[in-house]
Structures are given as structure tokens and as C-alpha cells.
């Protein structure tokens, strides 16, 4: 059994900055793809970054490119998402989820384990 415990969310201002953290408990994370993953009210949850196992290879959604960084430390079991720039359409909740897999994936059906989410909210 894995858990996934996400922090950092909070309440910024549009141009801000936050940085989630998820850890893990139970298992390694190190031989799993890992991913971040956000639900606005009333939309479908939604893949925003994708990183495999090592950290080689990065997924992430196109509107969010440049904006948002991926990182992992499997020492740690831990993986990080780094925002910038955030703008009020970023709000949502952002979970952090293991994949079964080892490479990089973005559907939501590869995940098996998911953290409880964390809200991020960004004012105008």
C-alpha cells in the first residue's frame, strides 16, 4: 500500500509563485512514473505534469509549458511541482498519483494511487 500526502497549496496572487510537495509512505516511489493532477469545479480531472521513474523524460499539458516544472528526488520519495507565473484558471485542486508504469504517462487510467489533493487558489 502507498500513500501520497500533497502540501504547499494555498491562496496567491495572479503572477505568483507555489510549490507543491508529495510524499510518500508505504512503498518506493522510485521505480514508478509519478504525476500531478488538477480538478477545477465542474471540469474533468486533468493530467498537468507527468515524470518517469528516473526523472529522464517530462510530460507536460501544453498550455501549462514554460510555467510549471516536475522534478523528483527518490531518496526522499518525493516529487515536487514548481509553478509560476500562476493565473486565476490555474485554481483547482492538485492531486499527486502513482502510475503502474515506469515511463512518463498522462491518462488518468495508468494511475493506481492518489494523494488527497491540495487546493490552489490564484486571485486576480
Known amino acids: 500500500q502507498v500513500q501520497l500526502v500533497e502540501s504547499g497549496g494555498g491562496v496567491v496572487q495572479a503572477g505568483g509563485s507555489l510549490r507543491l510537495s508529495c510524499a510518500a509512505s508505504?512503498?518506493?516511489?522510485?521505480?514508478?512514473?509519478m504525476g500531478w493532477f488538477r480538478q477545477a469545479p465542474g471540469k474533468e480531472r486533468e493530467c498537468v505534469a507527468g515524470?518517469?521513474?528516473?526523472?529522464?523524460?517530462?510530460y507536460y499539458l501544453d498550455s501549462l509549458k514554460g510555467r510549471f516544472t516536475m522534478s523528483r528526488d527518490n531518496a526522499k520519495n518525493t516529487v515536487y511541482l514548481q509553478m509560476n507565473s500562476l493565473k486565476p484558471e490555474d485554481t483547482a485542486v492538485y492531486y499527486c498519483?502513482?502510475?503502474?508504469?515506469?515511463?512518463?504517462?498522462?491518462?488518468?487510467?495508468?494511475?493506481?494511487?492518489w494523494g488527497q489533493g491540495t487546493q490552489v487558489t490564484v486571485s486576480s
Open positions: 498519483a502513482r502510475s503502474r508504469k515506469s515511463g512518463v504517462v498522462a491518462e488518468r487510467g495508468a494511475y493506481d494511487y
Open positions: 515524470i518517469s521513474w528516473s526523472g529522464s523524460s517530462t
Open positions: 508505504g512503498r518506493t516511489l522510485s521505480a514508478y512514473a
